[in-house]
């Protein structure tokens, strides 16, 4: 196996493993399905969003993006607004309860990573961020 597919291999058992011990207690701690919390983290950073965008955005399909998009208008976590440059398209938007509940988990999600970094020394962290920074480039 070349050292590339050993990496990759490596990679591809960690990040999973890191991503859930991660974010599961954070999920269960604000008590809203993940995929919900990821719509309003995508509006929370580019709302308003037209609808369809948003569906692009999460790569999922109209009529799963819409029955979310309802779930979090019936949740008080989002809002459907008017697009003024297209009377067919439909923009989605927070509401306060949704712009408040992505920036507790925002917050809580930073102040996990700062427990983590604190047991690291400096240097690796300032690598690991420069790491990421390079692979979110790669993919886009």
Known sequence: MARTAQIAQEISVLMPAIARRLLLSLFQAIDIPQTQLFTIMTLYEREPVRLSQLGRELHISAPTTTGIVDRLEKGGYARRLPDLKDRRAVLVALTPRG????????????????????????????????????IKGAIG
Do not use: C, V
């Open 99 to 134: 712009k408040a509940i992505a920036k507790t988990f925002r917050e809580t999600i930073q102040h996990r990573w700062e427990e983590i970094l604190e047991k690291l020394p400096p240097q690796d962290g300032a690598q690991y961020l420069r790491i990421l920074r390079k």
